[in-house]
Structure formats: C-alpha cells, structure tokens
C-alpha cells in the first residue's frame, strides 16, 4: 500500500508542476498569461513567512520568560497572545539596544535565531497552542455564532490581501517606515531633526526594520495585521471566558466593523499594536485583582505589556493612568509596594527609549516637556494645533458625550474624530446602566475592575479633544477600543439574560446590528475595490510598473508620480520639498528633505531670519525644491490650504510667493498639484 501511495502523490506533484509550467511559459506574442503569477505568490509567501517566523520565536521568547507564571484560569488564546506580546518587546527592545551602541544591520537577525534556538522547546509549545486555536477551536453552535464568525474572517482576509501590497498610508510612508529606512541606510539609530517622529518611542519600528533589513517592505504591515488578529483573539477569549459565545461573537463583530479600526489593520502603522497591548494588559490586571497565586508576577506582567505600549506610542499613557487607578483601588493597603513594582518594572524596558531621547534629542521624553533640538513651543503648538478642539470649533456640547458624537460624526479624513467606529462599539457599554443586575457577581466584578481604566482612558479622550485640533482622532485613544469591546460584550450577555416574552430583546438588538452593517461594510468594500489590490496581487510582478501603478492610484494626489519624476534628477541632488512631509518614496540616490509641520518657510522666519537670509541658506543647501500647491476654492492642498490654517504663520507664508519665485524656474509640473523648481540663473 506504502508503494501505491507514493506513486499517487508523486503523480499529483507531476500535475501540478505540469499544470503550473504550462501555465506560465511565454506566449507567442511574448505576453505572459494572465491564469498564474508564481512570483507573485512567492511574494505573498515571503512576507507571510517573515512574520510567522518572527512571531513563532517571540512566542517562545515570551513564553520562556513567563515558564512559571501560573496560567490556571486564562484561555490559550489569551495566554498565546500575552506570550508574542512580551517576546515582541523583548526583542524590539534589544534592537533597540543594539542599534543605539551602533549596530543596526541584517546580522540582528543572528541573534533573534540565537534567541530561537534556546527557546526552541517553547516556540513549539507555543507554535502548538496557536495551531489548536486555529484548528480545534470548535465549530460555532448558533447561527449568530456562525455569522459572526464569516464575517470576521472575510473582513480579517481583506485586511491581509491589503496588507501584503506597498505601502501607501500616510503616517507609514512619513514616519513609521521612513525610520527604520534612515537607521538601515545609517547603520545605528541616529539623529534625525528634520523629522521629530524620529525622537518617539519606536518598539513597533524597530521590528519593521528587522523586515525592511531583509528587503520587504510589505511585512511590516502584516505583522500589524497579526498584531491585531491577536487582539481580536483576546478579547473574544476573554469575554467568552466570563460570559457566553454569543456575547463574545458579538464583541469581535463590532470591532472589525468599524471601518476605522479595520482600515488600521490594512497599514504599517503602530495603533492595533496598541490595541492589543491594551487587551492583553487588561487580561492581565483583572488576573491579578481576583487571584492570590501569583499576585505579585501578574502585577510585574502587567507592568511590563504597559511599558511596552509606553515604548510604541505616548498616546499609551491614559492606559498606564488607568490601570495604576485600578491598583490603587483594589489594594490601598499596599500602595506603596504595588507602586515600587508597577513604576520600577514599567521604566524598566522604557529605559532604552529614555536613554535614547536623552542622549540624541537632549530631553529624555522628546518633544514634550522639555522640547530639544529643533523643537520648542511654537512647534509644538503647530504640531498638537492648538486651539482648533472641540472647544474652539464651539462644539462643548460634544465633550460629555464624546463616544455617542464620536459615534455619529466619525468620518474618515474628516475632522474632528477622523474614525468610523460603527454604531455599537462605543454605545453598547452604556446598555450596562440598564442591564448591570442582570450580571453574575463575577462578571460584575470584572466590569468594576475594568471601569477606573476605562473612566481615565474616556478623561483623557475627551480632555485632548478638547484642546488640541488632532486630539479629537479616536486612534489617538485607541488603547479603549477592547475595554469598550469587552464591555460591550458583558452588555449584550446581560441582554441574553432578559425573558424573551413579551418582547425578545436579543432578536431586535441582532437585527439592529445586522442593519448597521448595511451602512458600514460598503465603506469596507469601497476602499478595498478603489485600492485595486486584487490588479496588483494578479500582475506581473516583475515589472516595475505594476508597483508603480498600484503606488500612483493610491498615495495621495500625484505624489508618487512626482518621485518617478524625480528619479531623473543628477546623483546626489537635494530636494527640498514644501507642503509636502511624505519622503519616503524618494529615489535611493537623491536626498529628499520633507516639510513635516509644513513649517519649512516660517519657522527659520520665526526664529528671527529674514525671507532673504533663508533664500540664502536654501542655496547653500538644495539645488530643487519640490512644491505641493492645489490652488482650488472647493479642495485646496498643500501651501493653498496650510497658508491659512496655520493662523500663527499666516503672515510669513504669504511672503513666500513674493521671495521664491523670482529666486527659481519651473522644471516641470505634475497634475497642477506638484512643481519642481531649480534655482534660477
């Protein structure tokens, strides 16, 4: 039997590689056929293999290091996601590390594999939990079940396919992987003033730069996307945990139907890695507030996933606020103990991070604060748009109702919540005031441990978006997503509790849900199409055109044409560009200077120079500038918008025409968006 068996499968891998050769041979006309693109799937392949890679050894990183943490009552997939979470930032942290000694380069790889191979037994053991996840998880038992979970994986998949094609987002291409593209080219971490994003935290950074050291791009995005799966997966567990099936499918639909937050997944941006620190971070302060074994690890835990959300983003402090409100009320007798270990574990793996900002930007939390090079208040008032919150726009009504005004007027792009986050996600907690008695004891616990973090977080939200024109973008308060998540599960499970005659509340609450989608998920479905990501996955992925035409209809406006333009400039040119922050398509051997706070003309102004000593120093130092003006009364851009947003500035940039342009000639223009000038003769 052995033999026949054989013989058939090497019959079924001869008609594959038939099937596949045919497929793909040159046709007469020298145009490859459209059924198969092989190199394409190696792509696809590659990237996807990097990031398990990664992922199977930060799992065994975190779960060696928390080998005698006992796991009694957590889920696996809450103890899965706790473990890659921690090995993450553990070896994010040693990047870190290394390259601020100097030494960042593809040999970090080493000892990452190093790192693999002690830990090799736990990568399998975690390996083998995530792999019972996926396949042993059972089948969904209700409909509602069943729905829900379609949903997410058809919404998790789309997200992916997005994922795996060229980066286009705004913050990826100006920041997140602009970073670790400079550190690579520099060989450490070094200092970078012309971009302040450069003096932040950058756990999440450092991992995609481990990725871009090995030629992918694309990774980065994906590791974002499993990032996330993983904070779905937590709070899905942890809701079923404390509840029921269908509350938990409910907590994770409401999720990825925002299109906010699914449109995040899609991206190499660093918030869904915030996102499931929170999550995970709340997994862990609720085992320490109800147990007593291992009381004391699962505060350091806690501590630890917190301080690594410090080191990925700043926006992460109301979430460290809030769980060290919790401790405090949960355990005043210990007070002073408790805040030795949460405090002293917490700046213990953010201490690269200080070490960091004290030693390149001279303030060890760069730019607040202190300010630093290149940084004081007059940028940071440019940088937080000060004076353009909530209370200035005159909407003071929206402030003690921020998650039901977030709720309605959250568009995407729009000011002020720039973030579709559905109709429940934010909303269905407060159904608690009604159904809170219909609450076990233990679920209502819960619920109380988790409303300190959550009152601080909704503070905190409502505080910025007061004050601060960027302050009002719900991913800036992202780390409340899951508690509001879990919280809107505990909701829905107390509706389920509620008699079904004379009015079934669970039928009419699952319709009104199901409704919702109706107006949500074409958002989903418009964004995915106008990409045209399937186009891309099916091209011909050897021809430098098919990126270059996926890159030009989706970053914005013409900007990627005008990089192509670029490209024909002498070696060694300087660009500066104006009104324009994105660099990081700029040709490897052409040096492109981007106007992060869109301040390049009046901040030397402000700082005292004259428009005539400035033109003098941009001759010294660029030989093209790059301008980006739509000059449009219904959609201006570029210098047309930000001369008059920027009220403290407007008096100095309207001296720009007045001086430039008698100093230069046009070379050419894009799309009437973008202009390269040279200096005039």
């Known amino acids: 039997m052995l033999k026949e068996k054989l013989i058939t499968i090497a019959g079924i891998f001869a008609v594959i590689v038939l099937y596949l050769w ?129 949903f997410i994986v058809v919404t ?31 060989g450490a971490i070094t200092q970078h003033l012309d971009n302040h994003f450069f003096g932040f935290p950058q756990n999440m950074e450092m991992l995609y730069g481990l990725f871009m050291m090995l030629g992918s791009d694309r990774a980065p995005a994906v590791l974002h996307w499993a990032i996330g799966s993983l904070g779905v997966m937590t709070v899905y567990n942890f809701v079923r945990r404390y509840t029921s099936g269908k509350a938990a499918a409910f907590s994770v639909l409401v999720l990825m139907a925002s299109f906010g937050l699914w449109q995040l997944f ?11 620190l929170s999550a995970v971070a709340v997994v862990s302060i609720t085992q320490w507030s ?44 210990n007070a002073v103990r408790n805040t030795l270990i949460y ?6 793996l953010f201490t690269p991070w200080l070490i960091k900002g004290a030693f390149l930007y001279e303030n060890p939390v760069y730019p607040y604060i202190f300010d630093g090079p290149n940084w004081d208040s007059i940028r940071s008032e440019n940088f937080s748009d000060s004076g353009n919150g909530l209370i200035g726009q005159g909407l003071w009504a929206h402030i003690p109702i921020l998650p039901f005004a977030v709720t309605t007027f959250g568009i995407t792009n729009t000011t002020p919540y720039s973030f579709v986050s559905g109709a429940f996600l934010l909303t ?34 409502m505080i910025l978006a007061a004050v601060s024109g960027i302050g009002g973008q719900v991913r800036l308060s992202i780390t409340g997503l899951p508690l509001a998540a879990i919280l809107g599960g505990f909701a829905f499970y107390s509706l389920e509790q509620w008699q079904r005659r004379p009015l079934d509340m669970m039928f009419l609450t699952q319709s009104a849900i199901i409704l919702t989608l109706l107006f949500t998920v074409p958002e989903h ?96 130092n660029y030989d093209y500038f790059l301008l980006f003006d739509i000059d449009s009364e219904e959609a201006p851009n570029g210098f047309s918008l930000w001369r008059d947003l920027q009220e403290f500035a407007t008096e100095r940039n309207n001296l720009f025409p007045t001086y430039f342009y008698p100093a230069v000639t046009e070379e050419w223009t894009l799309a009437n968006q973008y202009t390269l000038y040279s200096w005039a003769e």
């Open 156 to 186: 998790l998949v789309s997200a992916l396919i997005l994922a795996l094609a060229p980066p286009y987002a705004w913050d990826a291409i100006n920041y997140h992987l602009l970073i670790p593209q400079r550190y690579i080219a520099d």
């Open 428 to 461: 269905m907690p407060f159904v608690l005031l009604v159904g809170w008695w219909s609450l076990g004891e233990e679920q209502r616990r819960v619920a109380r441990d988790l409303l300190p973090i959550v009152f601080v977080i909704l503070v905190f939200f």
């Open 22 to 150: 045919g497929h793909n041979i040159v046709a007469p006309s020298g145009e490859i056929p459209q059924q198969i693109y092989l190199l394409s799937i190696v792509f696809i392949l590659y990237d996807l293999g990097l990031v398990a890679f990664l992922l199977a050894i930060a799992g065994g990183i975190g779960r060696f290091a928390l080998r005698t943490l006992a796991f009694d009552n957590i889920s696996v997939g809450e103890r899965v996601a706790i473990e890659a979470m921690l090995g993450l930032g553990i070896i994010s942290l040693f990047v870190a590390t290394v390259g601020l000694l100097g030494y960042f380069g593809i040999y970090l790889w080493l000892a990452v594999l190093v790192a693999g191979m002690i830990c090799i037994r736990q990568v399998f053991a975690w390996l083998g939990h995530l792999r019972d996840l996926l396949l042993r998880s059972g089948k969904p038992t209700t409909p509602w079940e069943r729905f829900v979970r379609s």
């Open 343 to 348: 405090g002293g574990f917490g700046v213990l």
């Open 266 to 276: 899609t991206r190499a941006y660093v918030d869904v890695a915030l996102f499931t």
């Open 525 to 620: 479905i418009s964004y995915f199409t106008d990409s045209r990501v399937l186009e891309f996955h099916t091209s011909d992925r050897t021809a430098d055109t098919t990126t270059d035409s996926y890159l030009s209809n989706n970053v914005q406006g013409a900007l990627y044409d005008a990089m192509l333009e670029i490209e024909a400039l002498p070696e060694g040119s300087r660009v500066l560009f104006l009104w324009e922050p994105k660099a990081y398509y700029c040709p490897a051997h052409i040096t492109c200077t981007g106007d992060l706070l869109f301040d390049n003309w009046a901040r030397p102004l402000q700082l005292g120079a004259t428009p005539d000593e400035l033109i003098a120093e941009w001759q010294a």
């Open 290 to 333: 109800v147990t007593e074994k291992d009381k004391q690890s699962w505060l350091i835990l806690t501590a630890l996933l917190a301080s690594i959300a410090a080191g990925t983003k700043y926006t992460s402090a109301s979430l460290l606020v809030g769980i060290y409100a919790l401790i405090l009320l949960r355990d005043p007798k």
